[in-house]
Nanobody
Framework: VQLVESGGGLVQPGGSLRLSCAASGFRFSSYGMSWYRQAPGKERELVAVISSAGSITNYADSVKGRFTISRDNAKTTVYLQMNSLQPLDTAAYYC?????????WGKGTLVTVSS
């Protein structure tokens, strides 16, 4: 199993970014996917989850209405569209899958929101 995040970077407050997580090594369309983030000095926290077919999503209260999780099963990729970014969104963002009873993480992509 391999998860590779991309799309992070430096953005000004109020800006947008779209993160991608390219997945391989498992039947992507059979598993829900999730995005987590970890800010410096803080614990990793759940940001958003999406069901295997993409029909069910859920978000942390702190990002509801600003972030959108989606997936393209043909491309085996999950996305996180982040709008109205705030400095508190600064963190390393990770995608995760639980497949066949095992937890897999990507290496993360860094998002910095600063003027």
């Amino acid at each position: 199993v391999q998860l590779v995040e991309s799309g992070g970077g430096l953005v000004q407050p109020g800006g947008s970014l779209r993160l991608s997580c390219a997945a391989s090594g498992f039947r992507f369309s059979s598993y829900g996917m999730s995005w987590y983030r970890q800010a410096p000095g803080k614990e990793r926290e759940l940001v958003a989850v999406i069901s295997s077919a993409g029909s069910i999503t859920n978000y942390a209260d702190s990002v509801k209405g600003r972030f959108t999780i989606s997936r393209d099963n043909a491309k085996t990729t999950v996305y996180l569209q982040m709008n109205s970014l705030q400095p508190l969104d600064t963190a390393a963002y990770y995608c995760k899958v639980v497949a066949a009873g095992m937890i897999y993480w990507g290496k993360g992509t860094l998002v910095t929101v600063s003027s």
